[in-house]
């Protein structure tokens, strides 16, 4: 992992903010999700892309009970 140098701090409500710098160069503009994950002790942000829980595919997708399917996996589970 890279260091970026950036200090902030939590407000009471547990929200932090992402420098405008940052948030450019990674690509991340108003609105657009951000996904969270957990390493060890560490918390690990990351755009959100959707995409297939099955195959990762990131084309033709639709939501089934709130999970991504491709269509190609869909039609794949629609055989058995």
């Not at 108003?30 to 595919?57: A, M, N, R, W």
């Amino acid at each position: 992992m890279k260091s970026t140098g950036i200090v902030r701090k939590m407000d009471e409500l547990g929200r932090i903010v992402l420098p405008k710098e940052l948030r450019k160069t990674l690509g991340i503009n108003e609105k657009d999700y951000v996904e969270i994950f957990t390493e060890q002790d560490q918390i690990v942000l990351k755009k959100y892309h959707p995409s297939c829980v099955f195959c990762g595919s990131v084309e033709n997708l639709t939501m089934f009970n709130g999970k991504n399917i491709c269509d190609a996996c869909r039609a794949e589970l629609c055989q058995k």
